[in-house]
């Protein structure tokens, strides 16, 4: 029972935006339903965000973007995780008169979490998890200058940024368990003095899973919410094309667990939202995942 | 026979427009535009039905030498444009910024322009 809670929990992990608001939004961060997972963790995560950009309320271009992460997360100790991510970028806007193509690596990112809270029943199936966390994104990957380049679409911000996230979870019953998440983003400035605003992010969602003959299907539904500051220049707030605004989303994900491989599908729809004064609009996110879960050598449990 | 056939050809697309306002927000007319300055080329355009597709333009005011040109056959009721052309003029050059839409399927076109003073160095 321990070991279904504990995948039930498995589903979004670390993730840092490379790029904050790309004539989209991408998640600010989430370790999600793995928190309590005490498996170290090698994988590869793809995600597909749509949106649609607007000038003078009319439509101007549509953007695409397909990121993808090499992914991996190692457990120090009992309380102590370390989460890390290498992105790898396609963007492409399409405009009336031309298809604008940027692709490279993204910034890397790393992730320290520390469980303050572990509570478990007479049964060692844990109850409450609570995970504090701090990370940072490195300017590393492929940046844009603005404001000469289409910075929203390249793979990299170009600059230091820091994690600050809280993750909770609760088991309901055998089958289904709940989990809140905050996060917070504190985002530094390029080497032209370009810096995208902090952005906050909000999640709630339920979580179900049920054992089919060896594996198991795991499956979410979900609120989620993001703000994002304004961009600046310069030491001046933008007001104009600033990215900053607000997305609130319905989020799934179906997950099947068999043997030591983790397959996922998540989609991701906003409900409402107000972006750049109304010049971006998320379309949908969609992503698909796989992990490999590697099982603590013995000598590893013994020491807990 | 040849006649109706020719009839149904010409004749009008239900839903095809025929008229267009066009909207240059950017630059304002007979702005001076600095060496080396961005000329933003903004506005919209707004059909009273379906058109088929507009371009854009930079060129000479008294010679017509087109610098630069672009164009869609994007169908729909309204567009947005937001082009840029760089001012790097050896000698003080009247330039005209164009858009043309196409109304209709036959080709009809409208268009609206504007005259911007490019700089030298």
């Known amino acids: 029972m321990k070991y279904i809670f504990l995948i039930g929990m498995l589903f979004s992990y670390a993730q840092l935006s490379a790029c904050d608001l790309c004539g989209g939004v991408g998640s600010n961060a989430s370790i999600g339903i793995f928190a309590a997972n005490q498996f170290h963790l090698v994988g590869w995560r793809s995600q597909l965000r749509s949106f649609d950009s607007y000038l003078f309320g009319i439509k101007h271009s549509s953007e695409m973007y397909?990121?993808?992460?090499?992914?991996?997360?190692?457990?120090?100790?009992?309380?102590?995780?370390?989460?890390?991510?290498?992105?790898?970028?396609v963007a492409r806007q399409k405009t009336d008169f031309n298809a604008t193509v940027v692709q490279g690596i993204g910034d890397p990112n790393v992730l320290l979490t520390y469980a303050l809270i572990d509570r478990k029943d007479s049964m060692h199936v844990t109850q409450d998890f609570l995970n504090i966390g701090l990370g940072v994104k490195m300017p590393v990957g492929k940046s844009g200058n603005y404001p000469v380049d289409l910075k929203n679409l390249y793979p990299g911000t170009g600059s230091w940024d820091g994690l600050f996230l809280a993750n909770y979870t609760h088991r309901i019953g055998t089958r289904f368990s709940f989990?809140?998440?905050?996060?917070?983003?504190?985002?530094?400035?390029?080497?032209?003095?370009?810096?995208?605003?902090?952005?906050?992010?909000?999640?709630s969602v339920?979580?179900?899973?049920?054992?089919?003959?060896?594996?198991?299907?795991?499956?979410?539904?979900?609120?989620?919410?993001?703000?994002?500051?304004?961009?600046?220049?310069?030491?001046?707030?933008?007001?104009?094309?600033?990215?900053?605004?607000?997305?609130?989303?319905?989020?799934?994900?179906?997950?099947?667990?068999?043997?030591?491989?983790?397959?996922?599908?998540?989609?991701?729809?906003?409900?409402?939202?107000?972006?750049?004064?109304?010049?971006?609009?998320?379309?949908?996110?969609?992503?698909?995942?796989?992990?490999?879960?590697?099982?603590?050598?013995?000598?590893?449990?013994?020491?807990? | 026979m040849a006649f109706i056939a020719l009839l149904s050809v010409t004749s009008c697309h239900k839903g095809d427009a025929t008229s267009a306002t066009i909207d240059i927000m950017e630059p304002m007319a007979n702005d001076t535009i600095a060496y080396s300055d961005t000329v933003h080329f903004e506005g919209t355009i707004n059909g009273n039905g379906k058109m088929y597709g507009y371009k854009l333009s930079f060129a000479n005011a008294f010679s017509g030498d087109e610098y630069a040109s672009f164009s869609s056959e994007a169908k729909a009721k309204s567009y947005a444009f937001d082009e840029h052309w760089h001012n790097q003029f050896s000698d003080t050059t009247m330039l005209t910024l164009k858009v043309e839409a196409t109304l209709d399927h036959n080709g009809i076109k409208t268009n609206k322009y504007i005259n911007v003073l490019c700089l030298p160095q």
Not at chain 1, 189 to 203: E, L, W
Not at chain 1, 212 to 221: A, E, Q, T
Not at chain 1, 251 to 277: C, G
Not at chain 1, 282 to 294: C, E, N, T
Request: charged content about 15%.
């Open chain 1, 66 to 89: 397909w990121q993808n992460d090499l992914t991996f997360r190692t457990q120090l100790g009992r309380k102590v995780q370390i989460y890390g991510a290498i992105p790898f970028q």
């Open chain 1, 179 to 203: 989990q809140g998440e905050a996060s917070h983003t504190l985002n530094g400035a390029d080497q032209s003095s370009f810096r995208y605003g902090n952005s906050t992010q909000v999640s």
């Open chain 1, 206 to 304: 339920f979580i179900y899973n049920q054992k089919v003959n060896s594996s198991r299907f795991i499956s979410s539904l979900g609120l989620q919410q993001d703000w994002f500051a304004a961009s600046s220049y310069q030491g001046v707030q933008l007001t104009e094309k600033a990215n900053n605004g607000y997305v609130g989303s319905v989020k799934a994900s179906i997950n099947l667990l068999t043997y030591n491989w983790l397959f996922s599908i998540q989609a991701q729809k906003s409900l409402f939202q107000e972006l750049s004064q109304g010049a971006v609009q998320q379309k949908f996110v969609l992503g698909l995942s796989v992990h490999y879960l590697i099982k603590k050598k013995q000598h590893e449990k013994n020491k807990h």
